[in-house]
């Protein structure tokens, strides 16, 4: 089974950085195409970073540039180096896949604020 868990959230300043990770115990990201979301307080989940089997990323306009998305040589863990962190960008995050989805986890939640 499946089991996908985000981790290094935290506080950060604007203009900051912040890594998070994402870990994978069933093998999900050696089949499938994957990403990250966020859900922002009073929107909507979003998908704001994808990777596919080949490698290709693909950012959404309000994170493009700024934040890269990235799995590791083993397959088990999933990237997202975020740099020149704005308010906005102040959500829980989570990662999943594309075309299928696993149960989600509990996100890892994400607040800049100076």
């Known amino acids: 089974q499946v089991q996908l868990v985000e981790s290094g959230g935290g506080l950060a300043q604007p203009g900051g950085s912040l890594r998070l990770s994402c870990a994978d115990s069933?093998?999900?990201?050696?089949?499938?195409?994957v990403a990250w979301y966020r859900e922002a307080p009073g929107k909507q989940r979003e998908r704001i970073a994808s990777i596919l089997l080949d490698g290709t990323t693909n950012y959404t306009d309000s994170v493009k540039g700024r934040f890269t998305i990235s799995i590791n040589d083993a397959k088990n863990t999933m990237y997202l180096q975020m740099n020149k962190l704005k308010p906005e960008d102040t959500a829980v995050y989570y990662c999943?896949?594309?075309?299928?989805?696993?149960?989600w986890g509990q996100g890892t939640q994400v607040t800049v604020s100076s």
């Open positions: 069933g093998g999900f990201f050696s089949t499938d195409a």
């Open positions: 999943n896949g594309i075309l299928r989805w696993m149960s």
